[in-house]
């Protein structure tokens, strides 16, 4: 059984030094535990998942098999780094799954949000079983549960998590960073290589996108969702928000109004922009984004995204407001 109470004199970690101190412990701890066995993990390339990674290919190499699973509902360019930090740049024994059209096909006329979520979570869970009924050998799966999902593994976020163990799944875990709190998590990530651009990525819900392309998803506005959360990063990203706002985003209403493009009545979409401030995602607060660079993102969205013709501010706390919309 692996322990999972944090010492009470266990210290934080804060720095490179105390960070290359517990890869080392837990390298050693790792190639204990599972000597010359195969261990699975599902890398969804957010932070938790992909430190896991990163310190279990250390400790082990080939040893370890990771399987990434694209549902269709990650940000631009989320599964190309996955596979450009992992397979190309650690070597990583990677499986890459696209089961894009698996999963938007069963999205498709889906309205209800807790219904898309159980579809995503359910579909992720029998796409992740079927590659590892494919594998032979593997005795161990590791997990990027860190030490809040311990804390609150009975409490009000349990049911955020998507996925979990297949049934009939019998392997023993392998939970390197369970007692670690996010920020030392981070840290840890930052000695293993990891890009920042990993690293320091803001919290992204399991079910993706998904939530955000409010209502039944189709493709077109799903890609239009994309692109516009991509831009809404960009933007962020240069004007020296990205570091300082807890979480931002783009969601996509199923709903169209009437404007004018090119001299021409052009109905489309409208892309409505979520930056929240928060500790512990119970509340949360805006942020105050500066007019001049709403103007921006509204000028580049309306013009670089192809059925968005309007951009619109939500400036609602929580509560009231939830931070996802759906
Ligand atoms: P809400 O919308 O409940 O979100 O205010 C609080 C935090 O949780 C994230 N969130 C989710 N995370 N699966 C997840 O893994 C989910 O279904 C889910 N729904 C919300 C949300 O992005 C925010 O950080």
Redesign the pocket.
């Given at each position: 059984m692996l322990n999972n109470k944090r010492p009470d004199d266990m210290a934080r970690i804060t720095t490179p030094a105390l960070a290359e101190a517990f890869i080392e412990e837990q390298v050693a701890a790792v190639r204990e535990q599972v000597g010359d066995k195969k261990v699975l993990l599902a890398l969804s390339g957010g932070v938790d998942s992909s430190v896991v990674a990163a310190l279990l290919i250390k400790a082990i190499g080939k040893q370890l098999v990771c399987v990434h699973v694209n549902h269709g509902l990650m940000r631009k360019g989320e599964s190309e780094q996955v596979i450009e930090v992992f397979r190309e740049g650690l070597d990583a024994n990677l499986i890459y799954v696209d089961a894009t059209d698996r999963f938007l096909n069963l999205l498709a006329g889906v309205a209800e949000p807790e219904k898309k979520?159980k579809i995503i979570g359910g579909e992720f869970i029998k796409v992740f079983d079927e590659e590892a009924s494919k594998l032979s050998g593997i005795s161990f799966l590791a997990q990027g549960t860190i030490y809040p999902d311990i804390l609150e593994s009975d409490g009000v976020k349990s049911h955020?998590?998507?996925g979990g163990l297949p049934e009939g799944m019998q392997f023993e875990l392998v939970e390197p960073v369970r007692l670690l709190y996010k920020d030392e998590v981070r840290v840890v990530g930052k000695a293993l290589g990891l890009p920042a651009s990993m690293v320091d990525r803001q919290?992204f819900?399991?079910?993706g996108l998904g939530?955000r392309c409010l209502g039944a998803i189709t493709r077109d506005r799903l890609a239009a969702l994309r692109e516009a959360d991509a831009i809404l990063r960009e933007e962020f990203d240069k004007n020296g928000l990205a570091g300082k706002v807890w979480?931002y985003f783009i969601a996509v209403p199923d709903m169209k109004s009437v404007g004018v493009k090119d001299g021409k009545r052009y109905e489309g979409w409208p892309a409505i922009i979520r930056a929240v401030n928060t500790t512990d995602?119970m509340t949360a607060t805006i942020e105050e984004i500066p007019y001049s660079l709403l103007h921006r993102i509204t000028d580049r969205i309306t013009h670089e995204v192809d059925g968005i013709n309007r951009v619109l501010l939500d400036l609602t706390p929580?509560p009231i407001g939830?931070?996802?919309w759906e």
């Open positions: 979520r955020h998590n998507v919290p819900p399991g079910p939530v979480q995602a929580k939830t931070i996802e």
